[in-house]
């Protein structure tokens, strides 16, 4: 028996299509891959176009203050500037130990020069015990813990004037450092103005600032919209092969 070398069998090929069926199912793929491509990769690009460095009020702050805390003729109102602007960067979270170590060292010393000089003392005592209960406990939910975390941030946020309420208050004791609390290092004086420009200053535009159903909108798009146009394209994915099935005769 002779076999015809021309027959296609079961052969399928997508980039290779041999029938009229699997030609238009390669482009309708190729089509819908696109249209997919370009709502993904086509709004990032946008967001990098459109997007600009725009500062938070901590940092807007920082900057006013910071070259007269560098050459040490800060006042009291700029000392609390500089306090409470480095401790909104350490409320935030994923902050490498170099820069915290900066930032809690730009924290304690605003804290002990906004101390009077009869108190600084009795400042430092009190961030030892502290730092001495942290290192000695297992477990977050012990009392004497809590009593020294919740007494020292009652004595300290005043200082800066924050608010019992205000959530920094609650991690001002945890940011704290006995550790060169009485100057500003070089480290710190070289590098806390980087690290408060890459926490307070956000690249924002129209498509992060434009609120739709209640969602920014590039959350929206990128965290809804998406996944809902995915699944529309998948749909017409199966309507279409219907409608070419027909065309071509061709019965499931």
Known sequence: MIMDNN???YHISFFKPTTPQA???RNMVIWLVLIWFIAIFGFQVLLKLLEKPTPENAYLDFQKVWGNVENGTANYEELMMLGQSTLSVLSKVMINTEERTVLNNALSNSIYQLTADSLKEDLLLRIHHFENVKTSIEDISDTSYITAKMKLSSEISSRLNISPLDVRSKILPLELSSANIETITDDTKANLPSIMKKYLVHNQ???TDAK??????HYFYTAIFLLIMFVVLCLLYCIFTDKLNAKLNIAD
């Not at 739709?212 to 909108?217: A, D, E, Q, R, S």
């Open 205 to 207: 535009s129209v498509l």
């Open 212 to 217: 739709f159903l209640g969602f920014p909108f």
């Open 23 to 25: 030609k238009s199912n």
């Open 7 to 9: 027959t296609n069998g």
